[in-house]
């Protein structure tokens, strides 16, 4: 699996939480509980401008880069620009409240005195192992990768102008894709935009969806289409308002220190705030179980991993929300949460996925 230590964005709504690069690239998607279950391994986005190869937008030489939350708000703004051709992107995730799908907005402005043909690709390496195969195949105009239990969506309100299912990284740094397999043995595909030809100071944007399905619940092959064509017709726009006002109100609701109107430096507002935001997107609505952070090591090369609720830790936590009047989250941790997970000697064991269910055996009770 690709190395990849830091989260410096998290978006989500409790079901689905995602992390972000600085650079925004999209690092993990969790579905389920806030600690589990995660499907990606690498999502690369990139642009073919003209003749150009595939230049990525997270990872270029040319391109600078700009990250910020909207302010009071679990919405990430990433800023792009590629000195190079001066395209402008201005990337923007979210999760609405309602809906669990990650939405990305991709907005291009040519800063340029020349036209620019865009081609937008997305490459996507979902999480596979030999008992839990994933395979991919193209249907709906969307990218669809499943493996037994769960679909991982990828789809648009526009219609693609390519797709692949097999061996993609071989290609796809040439800036084309294309695909003949219906259905691909194989965790990694990729799904393209042509984003036509923008003129100087003109932009286009784009919203593409990345939606986890529950093969469980709606059949990978006639329920899911249903589903998909409910999301595209989903008035993103209201969405992102409904969201904005959403987690301002959540902030204001729970500042009650009423730091807002006090003359501490701006720095602490800003950290006050972002504990409040970060709280939430950390807890289990179902259970009360607190997670001590987003994954960094799923491989356990530095750690023995760490995005679980080790329930000592999170007793500190609560000692926060207390302050912050997060009083259904902290009764909730103690009355569902730490009911379900003591033993019959009572005693907690040292970690647990934040549904209550126990991690490893391994040091269980260190």
């Known amino acids: 699996m690709k190395q990849k230590y830091f989260n410096d964005g998290i978006v989500g709504n409790g079901k689905v939480t995602a992390s972000f690069s600085k650079t925004g690239e999209l ?3 969790f579905y389920g509980c806030v600690d589990y279950k995660q499907f990606i391994e690498q999502f690369d986005v990139g642009v073919k401008i003209n003749d150009s190869a595939m230049i990525y937008l997270h990872n270029d030489i040319n391109n600078l880069y700009s990250q910020k939350y909207i302010k009071d708000t679990n919405i990430l703004q990433t800023e792009i620009l590629n000195t190079y051709f001066n395209l402008q992107v201005i990337q923007t995730d979210f999760v609405p409240m309602k809906e ?11 800063q340029s005195n020349r ?15 030999i008992n839990n195969d994933t395979c991919g195949f193209f249907k709906n105009d969307c990218l669809i990768q499943y493996n037994h239990d769960y ?5 648009s309100k526009e219609k693609p102008m390519s797709y692949q299912i097999n061996n993609v990284a071989s290609n796809i740094m040439e800036g084309a894709i294309g695909g003949k397999d219906y259905i691909g043995m194989s965790p990694d ?5 042509d984003l036509q030809t923008i003129h100087p ?3 286009v944007n784009l919203n593409l969806y ?11 092959l006639n329920e899911l289409d249903t589903e998909i064509n409910r999301i595209r017709k989903i008035d993103i726009r209201t969405e992102f308002e409904n969201l904005d006002d959403y987690w301002k109100k959540y902030v204001k609701e729970y500042d009650k220190l009423n730091i807002e109107k006090s003359e501490i430096d701006e720095r602490i507002k800003k950290i006050y705030k972002r504990s409040i935001l970060l709280f939430s997107l950390l807890t289990n609505p179902e259970t009360g179980g607190i997670s001590a952070g987003m994954e960094v090591d799923e491989d356990k090369t530095k750690c023995g991993r760490y995005s679980y609720c080790w329930t000592r830790d999170a007793v500190f936590v609560t000692r926060a929300m207390d302050i912050l009047g997060m009083k259904e989250e902290v009764e909730k ?33 260190n």
């Open 201 to 203: 100071g003109e932009e």
């Open 115 to 129: 036209d620019l043909a865009i081609h937008l690709l997305i490459y996507s390496k979902v999480l596979t192992n």
């Open 210 to 220: 990345v939606c986890v399905s529950d093969n469980r619940e709606k059949c990978l």
């Open 189 to 193: 595909s990729a799904i393209g935009y």
């Open 27 to 29: 690092l993990r998607l």
């Open 100 to 110: 669990n799908i990650l939405v990305k907005n991709y907005r291009f402005i040519n």
């Open 333 to 365: 941790f103690y009355h569902v949460f730490c009911k379900m997970t003591q033993s019959k000697s009572g005693r907690w064991q040292q970690r647990f996925y934040t549904d209550r269910k126990t991690s490893t055996l391994l040091g269980l009770s």
């Open 151 to 155: 679909s991982l969506c990828l789809f």
